[in-house]
């Protein structure tokens, strides 16, 4: 059952992690977008090119996220985050 909550737990990041990355991406684009703005489970999310350092500290802790959860389902040990600030 555990391993259940984890799997779930590790595919939701993982579509957390695309949606940052696309919306830096788009922020980082050709110069042509100023804003962005996506839909996900938290409701609609705001990127702003003033944002840019914020969603690369996202990305880096959603990827440290994912990495833990995928040590948890190869048997490694259990570590707790801080406050779920995304979800």
């Known amino acids: 059952m555990a391993e259940i909550t984890i799997i779930e737990r590790l595919e939701r ?41 914020e969603y690369k500290d996202l990305i880096a802790e959603l990827e440290a996220e994912i990495e833990e959860l995928e040590r948890q389902l190869q048997g490694g040990g259990i570590r707790t985050f801080g406050t779920n600030r995304y979800g």
């Open 13 to 53: 990041k993982r579509v957390q992690w695309e949606k940052a990355n696309d919306a830096l991406e788009a922020l980082l684009g050709e110069g042509t977008v100023e804003s962005y703005s996506f839909s996900d489970s938290n409701g609609t999310q705001n990127a702003k090119r003033r944002k840019i350092a």
